[in-house]
C-alpha cells in the first residue's frame, strides 16, 4: 500500500514563526503534492514537484516556498507564518505525470497561527 | 479556465437507500480525468473512483459508480445501499496536464454526506 507521512497532525505556532511541514512517501513517485483545505473552498494547490530539486507554483504560492532535496521528501515552508495561514495542510503523491494516475494523500496536518 | 463545481453542500440519505452526489466540470481540454475522493472526520483523503474522458463505460467501484455524461460535463458519484460509515465529506475532482506532465489536481468545493440510520 502507498503511504503518505506527514509530520504532525496538529501544529500551533506564532505569527513571524519559520514553519515547516515535512512530508514522505515510501512508494518511490516522482510526483507530490501541497494543498491547503479551507472549509467551503475544497483543496487548493501551493506548490508541486515533478523530480528532486523540481517545483512549480500551484494556485495560492503567496507566502509559502518548498524544497524537494530527495525523492520522498517533500517540504512546505512558511517563511513567516501569519494567522491567515490557519488551516488544514495535506500533502499528496502520484506515480507518473499521466491523467490516469491517482493522487495519493496523507492524513494532513492542521496548523494554528496565533 | 478549467473548473470544478459541486452545488450541493450537505445532503442527507437514509441508511440502505441510494445516493447521488453532484458535480459539473469545465474545460477545453479533450483528455481528462475525474476523480472522486472521500474524506472522513479523521481528515485522511480516500481515494474512490476514477473516470478518463475516453473511457467508453461508466466508472465502478464496489458500491460507487460513476454517472458520466460527457456531452452535459458531469460527473455524479452514486453511492449503493449507503452505510452509516459513508457520513463523510466528498470532493470531485479533475486533473489536468501542465506543459505535458499532468497531474495537477483542481477539486470542488465538496459535498458532506451524513447517512441516517
Known amino acids: 500500500d502507498v503511504k503518505v507521512t506527514q509530520s504532525s497532525r496538529y501544529l500551533v505556532k506564532r505569527t513571524g514563526e519559520k514553519v515547516f511541514l515535512e512530508c514522505v512517501q515510501d512508494m518511490d513517485h516522482e510526483n507530490m503534492f501541497w494543498y491547503r483545505q479551507d472549509p467551503g473552498l475544497g483543496l487548493r494547490l501551493i506548490y508541486f514537484?515533478?523530480?528532486?530539486?523540481?517545483?512549480e507554483k500551484g494556485d495560492i504560492p503567496e507566502g509559502y516556498s518548498v524544497s524537494r532535496e530527495k525523492k520522498e521528501r517533500f517540504s512546505l515552508i512558511l517563511e513567516s507564518a501569519s494567522t491567515n495561514q490557519t488551516s488544514m495542510y495535506l500533502c499528496a503523491s502520484s506515480p507518473s505525470g499521466s491523467t490516469a494516475d491517482t493522487q495519493y494523500f496523507g492524513p494532513g496536518t492542521r496548523l494554528t497561527v496565533l | 479556465a478549467q473548473k470544478i463545481t459541486q452545488t450541493q453542500p450537505g445532503m442527507f440519505v437514509q441508511e440502505k437507500e441510494a445516493v447521488t452526489l453532484d458535480c459539473t466540470y469545465d474545460?477545453?481540454?479533450?483528455?481528462?480525468?475525474l476523480f472522486w475522493y472521500k474524506q472522513p472526520s479523521s481528515g485522511e483523503m480516500i481515494f474512490l473512483i476514477y473516470q478518463g474522458s475516453y473511457d467508453q463505460q461508466n466508472a465502478t467501484e464496489g458500491r460507487y459508480s460513476l454517472n458520466f455524461q460527457k456531452a452535459r460535463k458531469s460527473a455524479n458519484l452514486v453511492i449503493s445501499a449507503s452505510q452509516l460509515g459513508d457520513s463523510a465529506m466528498y470532493f470531485c475532482a479533475m486533473d489536468i496536464r501542465v506543459d505535458n506532465q499532468g497531474g495537477k489536481l483542481i477539486f470542488g468545493q465538496g459535498t458532506e454526506l451524513s447517512v441516517k440510520p
Open positions: 514537484s515533478y523530480d528532486v530539486k523540481m517545483k
Open positions: 474545460t477545453s481540454d479533450p483528455s481528462y480525468g
